[in-house]
Nanobody
């Protein structure tokens, strides 16, 4: 079981930055899942925007490449998403998600946080 708790959402003007955090509790330091940030705008489908394999490799959706950075702290307890050069189209509810097997931007993630809202004003 994996418990995920997001924080750090808010409202920012276009061009600004926000940093999201996700507390990751897997119950054991030996449980190292694939971690991702997935967003869902109102009326749209979910979109995985950033992914981190347990070995450290990272992957990004084309829509955020070069602007967003996913990272995990050294203890493996906190996942971050640094979002720069934000655009109004980045407005969405952002979720932290995890999987132990299939790990790609197209994966169906088994574990989810409650989400945090990000709003980017023009």
């Amino acid at each position: 079981q994996v418990r995920l708790v997001e924080s750090g959402g808010g409202t920012v003007q276009a061009g600004g930055s926000l940093r999201l955090s996700c507390e990751v509790d897997t119950g054991s330091p030996y449980n190292r899942p694939c971690l991702a940030w997935v967003r869902q705008a109102q009326g749209d489908e979910r979109e995985a925007v950033a992914l981190r394999w347990s070995g450290g490799a990272t992957f990004y959706a084309d829509s955020v490449k070069g602007r967003f950075t996913i990272s995990l702290d050294a203890a493996g307890n906190t996942l971050h998403l640094q979002m720069n050069s934000l655009k109004p189209q980045d407005t969405a509810n952002y979720y932290c998600a995890a999987n132990f097997r299939d790990c790609s931007l197209q994966s169906d993630f088994a574990f989810w946080g409650q989400g945090t809202q990000v709003t980017v004003s023009p």
